[in-house]
C-alpha cells in the first residue's frame, strides 16, 4: 500500500509518499481502508521531532474508513462497517490497523470526510468546555484562533452552553468566519492587543474561561485578561510552548491554569463513547458544525501540512487517499 513515511525529523519536504507492507490484523485489532485522515497540529510536533516518535513513522492519529478484516477476539466491528477513529497513529496512509476497541461507528448519514474532521477536534472541544469549568449561561469564553478547525467547533460549543464567545483572529476573513459560527465579539490579535480588548468589551470583567492553543505568544496576555477566579486552559502550542511564569503570579486574582491533552480524557471506552455520542448529537442536531477547509492527496501532505502550519486554513484539512 502507499503511505506517508517520516525517516527523520525536520520540515514538511520529510514527508515521504512510499509503498509499505502492512501486516494483518493482530488479536485485538482492526484492518481499516482508510478514506478520510485528518491533519491536526499534533501531527506537526510530531513530524518536528517536538514529540519525538519512534522512525520511521506514519504520521495521522485520526481517520476514518472502512472495516476490511478484523482480529482474534474482535466482536464490536465487522469487515464492511464504517468508523472513524483517534489516537491510532498510521492514518496518513491507504490501509492501517486500529485497536478495535478505539473504533466509533460512523452514522450512515455522516461522509468520510466529516468522519474524519469530528473525533479529534470535536472531542477535545467536548472536554475543553466540560472539564475544567462549567460553562453557565452569561459566562465569558475567549476562544484563541477562533476561525480554525478546532476553534470554529469552540465557538458554537460555547455559545450553545450560553456563553459569551469572544475569539482571537489573524484577518478580517476570520472574523466573519469566527462570528458566523456564533462569536459575540472577534479580536484581530494582528491589530489589537487582545487582552485589552477583552477588558474594554467586558467592561473591565475579563474573560471567566480561556482557551488557548497557540501558547507562546497568546499566555502572558492571557493572565490579564483572565477574570478574578477566572479559568486558562492550554491544549497546544501553535506558537510554540509558553514561557514559564512564578505560581504565585496566579494568586492576585486568584486564577487556575490548567492543561489538557484529549487522550487523557479518552481514556477507556466509556469516556470515548461518552465524548463521541456528544459530538455526533451536536452534528445530527445542526447546532454544532463541521467546517472543511481542503482536502489533499496523499502525494500532497506536505502541502497540507504546511497550510495548518502557516495558519492560513480556515476549518479542517484533510487527506483523502
Do not use: C
Not at 52 to 65: A, C, K, Q, R
Not at 115 to 144: C, N, S, W
Amino acid at each position: 500500500m502507499k503511505a506517508i513515511q517520516i525517516t527523520q525529523y525536520g520540515g514538511p519536504e520529510v514527508l515521504k509518499l512510499q509503498d509499505v507492507q502492512i501486516g494483518k490484523p493482530a488479536q485485538g485489532q482492526a484492518l481499516v481502508r482508510v478514506k478520510a485522515a485528518g491533519i491536526n497540529f499534533i501531527d506537526i510536533y510530531q513530524r518536528r521531532g517536538t514529540y519525538p516518535v519512534p522512525l520511521p513513522y506514519t504520521p495521522g492519529l485520526e481517520g476514518s474508513g472502512i472495516v476490511e478484516a478484523v482480529g482474534e477476539g474482535v466482536k464490536n466491528v465487522k469487515p464492511g462497517d464504517r468508523v472513524a477513529y483517534v489516537h491510532e497513529p498510521g492514518s496518513y496512509a491507504e490501509q492501517t490497523l486500529v485497536v478495535a476497541d478505539h473504533l466509533i461507528p460512523l452514522p450512515s448519514t455522516f461522509s468520510f470526510e466529516q468522519g474524519a474532521a469530528f473525533p479529534l477536534q470535536g472531542m477535545t472541544a467536548h472536554y475543553l468546555l466540560h472539564e475544567f469549568r462549567k460553562v453557565k449561561k452569561g459566562d465569558i469564553v475567549l476562544i484563541h484562533a477562533a476561525a480554525g478547525g478546532m476553534g470554529l467547533l469552540l465557538v458554537q460549543w460555547a455559545k450553545h452552553l450560553g456563553a459569551k464567545v469572544l475569539g482571537t483572529v489573524s484577518t478580517e476573513e476570520k472574523a466573519k468566519l469566527a462570528k458566523e459560527n456564533g462569536a459575540d465579539e472577534v479580536i484581530l490579535y494582528t491589530k489589537q492587543d487582545f487582552a485589552e480588548e477583552v477588558k474594554r468589551i467586558t467592561k473591565g470583567h475579563g474573560a471567566d474561561l480561556i482557551i488557548d492553543g497557540v501558547a507562546k505568544t497568546t499566555f502572558p496576555g492571557n493572565l490579564k485578561a483572565a477574570a478574578l477566579r477566572g479559568n486558562i486552559v492550554i491544549f497546544g502550542a501553535a506558537s510554540g510552548p509558553a514561557d514559564p511564569i512564578s505560581p504565585n503570579v496566579l494568586m492576585g486574582h486568584s486564577l487556575t491554569v490548567s492543561g489538557g491533552s484529549l487522550f487523557n480524557y479518552i481514556l477507556n471506552k466509556e469516556e470515548l463513547t461518552m465524548r463521541s455520542k456528544a459530538v455526533i448529537e451536536g452534528i445530527q442536531q445542526g447546532w454544532l458544525k463541521l467546517h472543511i477547509d481542503q482536502a489533499y492527496s496523499l502525494d500532497k501532505t506536505a502541502e497540507a501540512q504546511k497550510r495548518l502550519e502557516d495558519r492560513r486554513s480556515t476549518g479542517k484539512i484533510l487527506l483523502t487517499p
